[in-house]
Structures are given as structure tokens and as C-alpha cells.
């Protein structure tokens, strides 16, 4: 399933807290960095299930447009996301 959300961090704090929400508040099914780059993080559990996110930066806006997919980590993943800051509407 793929989740989105758009948030106030920039795009290297929310790889920052993905790093540390999956290896840490994730206890019963953690999951430890793979591969990463600077708008982009990949995810393994210890069963080999996958979690890759991606943040990039509005050009300008102050906002950062994050993208999750994952099969097996839908409810870890949603939580996630719920603990990034939205931006506030006018």
C-alpha cells in the first residue's frame, strides 16, 4: 500500500525520525535502514519486509511531500506518518 502526507520537516529530519520511529517504537516488528540517499530511505524488517519512503521539498513552500510504500507495514507505517507535523491552512 502506498501512504502520502505533507509535512513542515525537511525532507532529512523525516528520514531522521523514520530511522529512529522503526528501530525503536516499532518493537515487535522493527526495521533497520537498508539503503538511503537524501530524499530517500529504504527499510528491511527481520522477515525481509520492506518499508521505502521517499521526502522531497515543495520548490519553495515550506513544505516536504512524503511518500511511503510497504506491504506488510501498513499500521507501523500509518503511525508514522500521524507524528509528522501537518502544515496549518490559512
Known sequence: MVHEIVTTLAPAAVLAQAKEFFSRRVPNSAAYPEREGPAFLTLRGQGGEEIALAAIADGGG???????????????VARFLSTLPEPVSP
Open 62 to 76: 515550506g513544505t516536504t511531500k512524503v511518500r511511503a510504500s510497504t506491504l506488510f507495514f501498513d499500521q507501523a
